[in-house]
Antibody, heavy 118, light 112 residues
Framework: EIQLVESGGGLVRPGGSLRISCATS????????VSWVRQGPGKGLEWIGR??????????DYAGPVKGRFTISRDDSINTVFLQLNNLEFEDTATYHC?????????WGQGTLVTVSS | DIMLTQSPDSLPVSLGERATISCKSS????????????LAWYQQKPRQPPRLLFY???VRESGVPDRFSGAGSGTDFTLTISSLQAEDVAVYYC?????????FGRGTKVEI
């Protein structure tokens, strides 16, 4: 069974930092490109970035609103993708999901809630 | 960025009636090398994560009732609920994964 499980969300003050994780299982993680998508309260879905497989260079791309503040990385030894969130703003309050599109389907995690509040 | 225009924003439907949602892309989502359209549909109920209904535009995810159907190719896609049930009340999103940034429609709220 393919699973993606996010963790590490929580309450953080504006300007603060947080690292959230996406632990995966059930598929060939080494070959997977993994995206992060967030959804603010009462809002739609917003792609924030993606990391390629190491075979494809292992580089990450980001959406404009988070570029320079968020960093995506991966550790293939533990089948996990990380999202480092720095200089957080009120508008970053959202549920953060990791997702991957494979030939068999698109798989999402349940999400982890990040709340930015003073 | 690829823009997805989803319509309508809100769709009141009677129980047992048909509901049709449109999603139009600003560029083709068809990849000729594998003959696939990189378009997905999701259902989202309050306080729940999105639930995948269709990928490759028309491939039904396991467990999705067959009253749901996905169709279309290139730039024009539709999601149809043939006979609306009470449990289908939700917000529905289309999603293109042809290129990054992935983009999503603004959502259609289906209500009774």
């Amino acid at each position: 069974e393919i699973q993606l499980v996010e963790s590490g969300g929580g309450l953080v003050r504006p300007g603060g930092s947080l690292r959230i994780s996406c632990a995966t299982s059930g598929f060939s993680f080494n070959d997977a490109w993994v995206s992060w998508v967030r959804q603010g309260p009462g809002k739609g879905l917003e792609w924030i970035g993606r990391i390629k497989s190491n075979a494809a260079g292992g580089t990450a791309d980001y959406a404009g609103p988070v570029k320079g503040r968020f960093t995506i990385s991966r550790d293939d030894s533990i089948n996990t993708v990380f999202l480092q969130l720095n200089n957080l703003e009120f508008e970053d309050t959202a549920t953060y999901h990791c997702a991957t599109a494979l030939s068999t389907s698109i798989y999402w995690g349940q999400g982890t809630l990040v709340t930015v509040s003073s | 960025d690829i823009m997805l225009t989803q319509s309508p924003d809100s769709l009141p439907v009677s129980l047992g009636e048909r509901a049709t949602i449109s999603c139009k892309s600003s560029q083709s989502l068809f990849y000729s090398s594998n003959n696939k359209n990189y378009l997905a549909w999701y259902q989202q109920k309050p306080r729940q994560p999105p639930r995948l209904l269709f990928y490759w535009a028309s491939v039904r995810e396991s467990g999705v009732p067959d009253r749901f159907s996905g169709a279309g190719s290139g730039t024009d896609f539709t999601l149809t609920i043939s006979s609306l049930q009470a449990e289908d009340v939700a917000v529905y999103y289309c999603h293109q994964y042809y290129l990054t940034p992935w983009t999503f429609g603004r959502g259609t709220k289906v209500e009774i």
